[in-house]
């Protein structure tokens, strides 16, 4: 059964940072790229950062571009997401997500549960 697992949420005081880690079971991922994705309370969910299985590309929403950074590790098959100067609109429900090939109009294939994310102003 493939499974895809996040973990590394909780509170944090706006300005602090988080790393989120996404740890993969069941089968590996060759070639597929990985996602983040969030979905705060009252709206829909959102695609926040993805890397190419060869971790050349990478690809960020405008609203975490210069503060978030996407990376993985493919012998551990676990995708991370670092978070830094954290803002109360960050907070939300962060999934991760594996799709096929490459490219910025992916269909998710796996999803995992999600890892909650609380920035206190």
């Known amino acids: 059964q493939v499974q895809l697992v996040e973990s590394g949420g909780g509170l944090v005081q706006a300005g602090g940072s988080l790393r989120l880690s996404c740890a993969a079971s069941g089968r590996t991922f060759s070639g597929y790229a990985r996602g983040w994705f969030r979905q705060a309370p009252g709206k829909e969910r959102e695609f926040v950062a993805a890397i190419s299985w060869s971790s050349g590309s990478t690809y960020y929403a405008d609203s975490v571009k210069g503060r978030f950074t996407i990376s993985r590790d493919n012998a551990k098959n676990t995708v991370y997401l670092q978070m830094n100067s954290l803002k109360p609109e960050d907070t939300a429900v962060y999934s991760c997500?594996?799709?096929?090939?490459?490219?910025?109009?992916?269909?998710?294939?796996?999803w995992g549960q999600g890892t909650q994310v609380t920035v206190s102003s």
């Open positions: 997500a594996a799709a096929r090939g490459w490219g910025r109009n992916l269909m998710y294939d796996y």
